[in-house]
């Protein structure tokens, strides 16, 4: 059995090939498409990831996400998310890994570079729920955390609403000054703010930030517009949260993995109510969603491996039509499969 694998070239092939504006709408697509499959019920949900948490010097967490389409394969995502990368080692703060196995076999089918396609697939999955809950027409998006996600947020938002401004802001000066550059492929105007004021003027609101255990939150419950729709992103572990208590008490909050979502996510500080309807839901039903359009609305966005799943999907998909990707063998094929030793080559 060989291994395909995508490496970095392959990837930034397919982004300039394709287009990054033609594999996010494709990744908007197909993940609402299988959201709602999730949510009528045709396929499983992934169980909660699972992982490693370092704490000292160098804080952090490596992180594992399965998902199993019956039939079909099963995808493993490794994580990490290292905030102190960029300073230190001039890495990206999230790295990761995906792999493909054959469901039937165990083989490893394919394996890719992690990296772009999780920002893209998150930036994916705010658009899904921004169109669901976000007033239709809506023209101001303020970020809070100026990072390597608020690119893609941005990116996937703008194909979705007719957005003639983004508010940013961002605890590191240099990073929200930097915003414009790094989002100027998309030609809207970029204003940087302090937090208060940026909640204060969105539509919709983004929160990217590594705020650690314990930080948050990084915007005030008010002012704010009656309805403002929030993307909450960066609360991906146990201890993070980004929204204050008062504000998530006013708001109608939708989950995108509710087998997680107590250990991790805004969810964590209201023990005591009892989960929404979640994306997946939603998705089958959008429907439902209008009633959500004037009043505040909250996606607690913890990661989904059934998101992985879909992005890989679509990542191989453009890989087939471009022809790309080296074919390795890997794994041992033994002559004897009774003898370990007899491996060819």
């Known amino acids: 059995m060989q291994t395909r694998i995508l490496c970095q070239r392959d990837i930034k092939r397919i982004l300039s090939v394709v287009g990054r504006d033609v594999l996010m709408d494709r990744l908007i697509s197909e993940l609402h498409s299988a959201f709602a499959r999730l949510g009528r019920g045709e396929v499983g949900g992934p169980p909660p990831r699972t992982g490693f948490t370092r704490d000292g010097n160098v804080p952090g967490v490596i992180e594992f996400m399965p998902h199993r389409a019956a039939g079909a394969g099963v995808t493993m995502k490794t994580v990490s998310y290292s905030p102190r990368n960029p300073e230190r080692l001039h890495l990206p703060t999230i790295v990761g890994t995906l792999t493909r196995f054959d469901d039937d076999s165990g083989s490893l089918v394919a394996l890719a570079d992690a990296g772009a396609i999780t920002a893209m697939r998150t930036g994916a999955v705010a658009a899904i729920a921004t169109r669901l809950f976000a007033r ?40 929200a000054a930097s915003f414009a550059g790094r989002a100027g492929f998309l030609g809207l105007p970029v204003e940087v703010t302090d937090a208060a004021t940026a909640t204060a ?10 705020v650690p255990a314990g930080g948050g939150p990084v915007v005030p419950a008010a002012p704010r517009l009656q309805h ?112 370990p030793y007899s491996l060819q080559g």
């Open 201 to 210: 003027s969105a539509d919709v609101l983004c929160t990217v930030t590594s």
């Open 136 to 175: 239709p027409g809506s023209t101001t998006l303020a970020l809070v955390g100026a990072g390597a996600q608020a690119v893609t947020q941005a990116h996937a938002l703008s194909r979705i609403l007719p957005l003639e401004r983004i508010l940013v802001s961002d605890i590191k000066p240099e990073h």
């Open 228 to 339: 403002l729709h929030i993307n909450a992103v960066g609360a991906d572990e146990p201890g993070k949260f980004e929204l204050p208590r008062a504000l998530l008490d006013e708001a109608f909050i939708c989950v995108d993995h509710p087998g997680q979502a107590r250990a991790e996510g805004e969810f964590q500080q209201l023990p005591d109510r009892e989960l929404g309807p979640s994306l997946a839901e939603l998705c089958a039903a959008p429907e439902t969603a209008v009633a959500y359009w004037k009043n505040l609305s909250v996606l607690d966005s913890t990661g989904s491996a059934f998101a992985d799943h879909i992005a890989f999907d679509v990542l191989l998909g453009f890989a087939d039509e471009l022809g790309l990707g080296q074919k390795m063998a890997i794994e041992s094929t033994p002559e004897d499969v009774l003898d």
